[in-house]
């Protein structure tokens, strides 16, 4: 194989296609690989039917423009769940919700004409503009306080206590699907700064007090949880949890 200039080469067309079919828990339908995300709406999109399916939903929505070529088993982030296309149609887009999907996010609840942040599956030659985003939501939290600063708004929201443990200051969150950075963070919650562009291009300018949102902590803590969980702090892990509790990553008891 020859070699190429850095600027010369050519990404392969890797597709974003997956067949995990129910998003928040992973549910799979036949495929072997997740649908990851980066955080970076895409489009605003508007919620025009739902419709019963037993205990699931089917979920419609109107995204203009349309997304090109976007396939039947295709991976959609909405507000932040990972769904799979079952019915794109122009700028028409149907997805199925499973029971636990609505359980553990605030889909259930949208009705139509609301709005919704959507996101396609990343390519693996696509840039990392936010960070890794799973689609799989680990609980709602909630608006707890809006603080305008001119242009600019600072959003404070509560969590569940299972979730506080992977917040860090400057670390990163996703909100109804959007990377942002967090600003602040307690035991009971975290604050967000939003600047217009964010405040544009996604539904969080029509946030209130008291909204449920669905949020996605950062999945490296998560990972760093389970390696060092029923360790004992071995003397040869000391080094790394320090330093892990030094960078953010933990929080020593």
């Keep these: 194989m020859s070699w190429q200039p850095a600027q010369a080469r050519q990404a392969p067309d890797f597709p974003s296609t997956s067949w995990f079919a129910y998003g928040s828990t992973g549910d799979q339908r036949r495929g072997v690989t997740d649908s990851m995300f980066t955080g970076l709406v895409q489009r605003i999109g508007a919620v025009v039917a739902q419709t019963s399916a037993g205990p699931g939903m089917h979920l419609s929505i109107d ?11 295709e991976s959609i982030a909405v507000d932040g769940t990972c769904l799979t296309a079952v019915e794109p149609d122009g700028a028409r887009l149907t997805l199925d919700i499973s029971p636990e999907t609505l359980r553990r996010t605030t889909l259930g609840e949208r009705r139509s004409g609301d709005p919704v942040n959507l996101e396609r599956a990343l390519r693996l ?3 990392l503009g936010g960070h890794l985003v799973t689609g799989h939501i680990d609980d709602v939290g909630r608006v707890a306080r809006i ?3 001119g242009p600019f708004v600072e959003l404070h929201f509560t969590v569940p206590a ?5 917040l860090v200051e400057k670390g990163s969150v996703a909100v109804d699907g959007i990377s942002l950075t967090v600003a602040s963070c307690s035991a009971k919650g975290f604050s967000v700064a939003l600047i217009p562009a964010t405040l544009k291009q996604t539904t969080l300018a029509r946030r209130r007090p008291g909204d449920r949102v ?27 949890t320090e ?10 008891s």
């Design 63 to 73: 995204v203009s423009p349309p997304f090109e070529d976007l396939q039947v088993g």
């Design 214 to 240: 669905n949020i996605e902590t950062d999945l490296l803590g998560k990972y760093v949880e389970k390696l060092l969980a029923g360790r004992g702090a071995p003397a040869q892990d000391r080094r790394l």
């Design 162 to 166: 299972n979730l506080a443990r992977y």
């Design 243 to 252: 330093l892990l509790s030094k960078s953010g990553f933990i929080k020593e």
């Design 147 to 149: 603080q305008e600063q």
């Design 125 to 127: 030659a696509d840039r």
